[in-house]
């Protein structure tokens, strides 16, 4: 059988004489999770239409462009469609300069079919997107000395579309969610979602797979990692007795998982050889050059249209993090990105755009409560609620106390007039718990630590069971298939590299139950 070597020296078993060992490994083509893949490619892509710089681009050709029926398409595009043999596959991806290990199989030959073919012209539209933000990922990338190729993975994620929303929330370029987002210091609140920030969530995700490849040292496991989790990896691995060949434990991944690897191999290899099926990138009208600005004033996305005559959908094309058409700077500098021509102009009529309509875009600004009515909304209860007395115990934090209770730690601090996070022993704290479960919430007055851990079930209790409190700091005690991964995540705020550093823990594939790890 003959074996074809890549750049980082990993045999690459390509030739058609190996497809018959590789397909054994093969689910059925119709898989659910190979299924799903392709659905959120689709959808994805069809969100994007709404965009300013892509309808522009189209101009009139949305219908075209829409239809994802792959006998209309053929019908419509008189340009041919060629087909190839696996070796003509085989050949191309070996070619192809990386140090990630590719496959070629019939799960990988499908997801080329559907690329080149039924979906040929949402890749000629998304092939137009690279050449706006993959310059941005390739920089990144190419900082911390990682594969450029790993761009590819937002082609998987989310077709390219910095809105793209998952079924399940994942949100943005690298569809990032909310916990993992979080973790990785990305600023999510009403009005502004950096994980639809095209260059800081692409910070996060360089980092975040920066983690992943100190666990496993495989390109190919950090790209399932990043889909499904570090946890079913581990698993999967476990599963199969140790092995961590991706395809020795492509069985015991979770479906989805299982076509991402497959679609993220034929997804480079469509945007190397996209010119040999005869697809043709479309040219995306974004503004050739644009500039970022950092303002301090609360701004409006229609009062910059309307006093610099840009066109709105463009301003939400370009700063795509900002939930609510509102940039909210006043209190802490926020960036603002404009094509050029517009960011002078933005600097000398910045007075005239804060304050064109001021009334009509903020209407409903803050406005301070008296202290005595403030007082009156402190003391309701919810409807259906009881106020019940709890007495606070040593070594009790405002967060676990909000999950004990089920409650919000910002209700906890409304109700209590608490500043910060900063809570004493023996402080008497007013909680307010549905009346039919209050005889149950106070007998927490009364239980151990243990006992509240097991009652409320939540990560921050698993975290203290094992976690002893110390001056700066807790040393958390590793447990029997602890991660690095799993255990910043019980602490928010925390990252695998923090932990790393304040442990001088060179490779965090080796911690071991028992051992103490330091969390700052």
Not at 77 to 94: G, H, K
Not at 473 to 485: A, E, I
Not at 501 to 517: S, T, V
Request: charged share 25%; aromatic share 12%; glycine share 6%.
């Amino acid at each position: 059988m003959k074996k074809l070597l890549i750049s980082c020296g990993v045999m690459l078993c390509l030739s058609v004489g190996s497809l018959q060992a590789a397909n054994d490994h093969n689910p059925p083509l119709k898989e659910k999770g190979v299924l799903n893949i392709e659905k959120n490619f689709s959808d994805n892509l069809d969100s994007i239409y709404k965009s300013w710089a892509i309808k522009q681009s189209l101009a009139g050709e949305d219908t075209y462009y829409n239809d994802a029926d792959s006998m209309i398409i053929a019908a419509q595009d008189s340009v041919f469609i060629p087909t190839f043999p696996d070796s003509v596959y085989i050949d191309r991806l070996s070619r192809i300069e990386t140090p990630i290990s590719l496959t070629y199989n019939k799960i990988v030959r499908n997801f080329i079919h559907s690329y080149t073919n039924r979906h040929r012209k949402k890749v000629e539209l998304m092939l137009g997107l690279s050449d706006y933000y993959f310059p941005m990922v390739e920089e990144i990338l190419d900082k911390k000395g990682m594969p450029l190729e790993l761009k590819y993975l937002p082609v998987i994620e989310s077709a390219l579309n910095p809105r793209a929303v998952s079924r399940v929330g994942a949100t943005g370029l690298w569809q990032f969610m909310y916990g993992t987002g979080r973790m990785y210091k990305l600023n999510i609140s009403s009005y502004v979602d950096e994980r639809r920030d095209p260059i800081k969530s692409s910070y996060a995700a360089v980092e975040f797979m920066e983690d992943l490849y100190e666990m496993y040292g495989d390109w190919i496991l950090v790209i399932a990692a990043y889909n499904c989790g570090p946890g079913n990896v581990r698993k999967a691995i476990k599963r199969a007795g140790g092995k961590r060949n991706y395809w020795d434990i492509y069985h015991y991944l979770p479906r989805e998982t299982r076509g991402y690897v497959p679609a993220f191999i034929a997804a480079m290899y469509t945007f190397n050889y996209y010119k040999e099926h005869n697809i043709s990138p479309v040219k995306i009208d974004f503004s050739a050059v644009t500039d970022t600005l950092m303002i301090n004033k609360k701004v409006h996305f229609r009062q910059i249209s309307s006093v610099l005559g840009v066109s709105l959908q463009e301003i939400r094309d370009l700063n795509p993090q900002y939930r609510r058409d509102v940039i909210p700077a006043q209190y802490k500098e926020r960036s603002l990105r404009l094509p050029l021509q517009y960011t002078v102009q933005y600097i000398e009529k910045e007075d005239s755009i804060v304050n064109y309509k001021k009334n009509v875009y903020f209407s409903n600004e803050f406005t301070q409560v008296s202290p005595k009515s403030r007082s009156r909304f402190l003391n309701d209860p919810p409807p259906g609620h009881v106020m019940i007395r709890y007495t606070v115990k040593k070594g009790d934090y405002l967060g676990y106390i909000s999950e004990w209770f089920n409650v919000r730690t910002s209700s906890l601090r409304s109700w209590n007039r608490i500043r910060g996070s900063m809570i004493r022993e023996g402080q008497k704290l007013r909680i307010y718990v549905p009346k039919r479960k209050a005889s149950y919430y106070k007998k927490f007055n009364t239980m151990t630590m243990a006992q509240k851990q097991r009652a409320s079930n939540s990560k921050s209790s698993i975290a203290m069971a094992n976690t002893k409190t110390v001056k700066g700091g807790v040393y958390y005690t590793v447990k029997k298939g602890d991660t690095l991964w799993e255990i910043a995540q019980l602490y928010p705020g925390v990252s695998i590299a923090s932990i790393q550093r304040i442990n001088k823990l060179g490779n965090g594939r080796n911690i071991k139950p028992g051992q103490r790890i330091r969390i700052k």
